[in-house]
């Protein structure tokens, strides 16, 4: 009997224990899941990150800075829909883009948009887009999408970009006045035999016995002399231009034969031979035309005051493009046979108002290194002592675009 | 008399054309070449002509041509043409001897009266040359002693005192010099002299040329 009345005792207060505990448990569940919560609460809005979750375009979740981004009350969710009609029409397929890329790829995409308010000053939204979740058979994936307003930083950018731009344009400007003297040499060829053919031509006319053949050819080459003329300054006023940057598709042959063609007349006055190899097989690159063509003068132009002091037999100057297989930039250098540059001013030379001429500012290399920056590139030099240096960048291969991905630019992978 | 060549070098092939026609029209021959190295392969010393030169070239320059022609006694008349002409370069070119000067794009109003000039001058060298030669080989058809009182009667030394000087009597010089005169084909020893300044002074830029213009450049 006294041995029922203890294991009836233990039995309840084992039982009121396991309860109690049990709701401890429970207890603590709910302090954690409203711990995650408040921090995600603080977290968004200590940062202004806006969350949203997806299922097939569906919100199930999301916080009340989304809301707030997209200049919606705080109470409401927001929906796909409103994100997208919030966004300036350029920007719209670029999202769509990107979702389904995270979508088939699970790949994690980052991007910057713009979104348009009315009568207020568009802003600039920074975008990650993922996947979550989907791993488990209960679990349906789930498109998470976090915003945050990044116009200030968008803004420093854009004057950053500015700022490269016209220093960019100061340099061709600068560069070209160097060149005016060998450009004026270029147009005076033309012109000397448009006007010398001319000429003739009236010689030609006076005589009535000589045949007409030979006054067609004369305006002929007049008219082709013409275009010769014509090409330079187009060339001339294309290299003046202060325009935005344009990333296109772009044949390095053409770059280098283009700016072989304005440099022409300095080489020949210099001396300087130029040994082009530039194989057929070199896919074309994404750059801006007149930027990387400002690159390569400046290079041929520093190669050519590098060999100043050399005989004119060994002035030669080698421009060779390389890609290999599966590589995602293509390799150009210029290499001189000066006297080289020694191991410690190898990286001083990129210094602004590094110079070792008596002429010159000393910017031109500190521009390209930027101008190769602003295209995903590197640049570098390299130097046998007495040998010569070689100055070399990379270029990112030309890609198609890919699932509709407009805006390539702003967007990365990660 | 044979008409002149003018040898037009320049590495613009248009700018040849161009320059053949034209010279072509005012009734020249003329001859092309696109470098100083063609040029010196392709020039015949025995035709009269002048150059019509480019100062940019490709492996030589003009400036180097023209030095390397003096050097060689391949000497011509040069009339330059460039088109990024600085006075300091046609300073050197006009020191050195050239015609003139001019500047791209060159009207034929001063290229064809440059290049008259330029043969005329070629014509008088060479005339010179001649006359040099022929007085060389008389000077050189003179016997040691002959040569000798040649060089005393230039000096302007009575028979007197050549005769002093060479340890003879003044009657063996009389016959000396008489011999002179005849070998010599002079005159007088006024025109002695003038052959002897004709066969000693050399280079044939010391030819006096007339009417030398004043060097040009871009701004004048």
């Known amino acids: 009997m006294g041995l029922s009345v203890v294991s009836l005792a233990v039995l309840v207060f084992g039982g009121a224990l396991w309860l109690w505990r049990d709701a401890l448990r429970e207890r603590d569940r709910k302090q954690s899941l409203e711990e995650a919560a408040s921090r995600l609460a603080f977290v968004g809005s200590a940062a202004g990150l806006g969350l949203l979750e997806l299922e097939s375009s569906r919100t199930v979740w999301t916080n009340p800075q989304f809301a707030t981004l997209l200049d919606l009350a705080p109470a409401t969710d927001p929906t796909l829909q409103q994100l997208l009609d919030g966004l300036s029409a350029d920007d719209q397929p670029a999202v769509h883009g990107a979702l389904s890329l995270a979508r088939h790829s699970r790949e994690r995409i980052q991007l910057d948009v713009r979104f348009v308010q009315k009568e207020r000053e568009p802003r600039w939204l920074g975008l990650v887009v993922a996947m979550r979740g989907g791993s488990g058979n209960h679990d349906k994936p789930r498109i998470a999408i976090a915003a945050l307003d990044v116009t200030e930083r968008k803004h420093a950018e854009i004057e950053l970009q500015r700022q490269r731009q016209q220093l960019a344009h100061l340099g061709r400007v600068s560069m070209l006045g160097e060149l005016s003297g060998s450009l004026a040499h270029e147009l005076n060829q033309p012109l000397t035999s448009i006007l010398s053919n001319a000429e003739a031509g009236q010689h030609f006319l006076d005589e009535r016995s000589r045949d007409l053949g030979e006054v067609r050819d004369i305006l002929q080459d007049i008219i082709s002399d013409d275009r010769r003329a014509g090409e330079v300054i187009r060339r001339l006023r294309a290299l003046l231009t202060r325009g935005e940057t344009q990333f296109q598709c772009v044949e390095v ?13 300095e080489l020949v006055a210099r001396n300087v031979q130029v040994r082009a190899r530039i194989p057929d097989s070199l896919p074309p690159v994404r750059a801006d035309r007149v930027e990387v063509q400002q690159v390569l003068l400046n290079l041929f132009l ?49 210094d602004p108002f590094f110079t070792t001429k008596r002429e010159g500012l000393g910017v031109g290399l500190a521009i390209s290194r930027t101008i190769i920056a602003a295209h995903a590139g590197r640049m570098w030099a390299t130097s046998i002592p007495d040998r010569g240096a070689a100055f070399h960048f990379t270029l990112p291969v030309f890609q198609e675009e890919r699932h509709g991905l407009s805006h390539s630019e702003g967007i990365h992978r990660g | 008399m044979a008409p002149s060549t003018v040898y037009v070098v320049d590495d613009d092939p248009g700018i040849r054309r161009a320059l053949e026609r034209l010279l072509g029209a005012a009734g020249f021959r003329s001859l092309t070449f696109g470098s100083a190295t063609a040029y010196l392969a392709g020039e015949d010393p025995e035709v009269a002509g002048c150059v019509v030169l480019d100062v940019t070239l490709p492996d030589l320059d003009g400036l180097g041509l023209q030095r390397r022609m003096a050097e060689s006694g391949r000497d011509r008349p040069i009339v330059f043409i460039s088109a990024c002409g600085s006075i300091p370069l046609s300073v050197r070119a006009m020191r050195a001897g050239a015609v003139t000067f001019l500047t791209k794009p060159v009207t034929e109003r001063e290229l064809l ?19 040099r030669s022929v007085v060389q080989a008389h000077i050189g058809s003179l016997t040691p002693r002959e040569r000798e009182v040649m060089e005393h009667i230039v000096k302007g ?25 005849k070998k010599m084909a002079a005159r007088s020893v006024a025109e002695l002299v003038r052959l002897a300044t004709l066969a000693w002074s050399w280079p044939a830029h010391s030819v006096p040329v007339p009417d030398r213009r004043e060097p040009r450049s871009d701004n004048n």
């Open chain 2, 157 to 181: 030394l009575l028979n007197k005192q050549i005769a002093a000087a060479l340890g003879t009597v003044e009657q063996t010089v009389k016959v000396h010099r008489a011999r002179v005169m």
């Open chain 1, 253 to 265: 042959r053409q770059l280098v034969s283009d700016v072989l063609t304005l440099e022409h007349g």
């Open chain 2, 113 to 131: 009266p440059a290049v008259r000039e330029a043969v005329a001058i070629d014509r008088q060298w060479r005339r010179a040359r001649e006359d």
């Open chain 1, 302 to 350: 520093n190669a050519c005051d590098a060999m100043a002091g050399n005989e004119p037999e060994s002035r030669l100057i080698e421009v060779q493009a390389t890609h290999g297989a599966g590589d995602t930039h293509v390799h150009l250098s210029v290499a001189d046979r000066g006297r080289g540059i020694s191991p410690e001013s190898l990286e001083r030379v990129f």
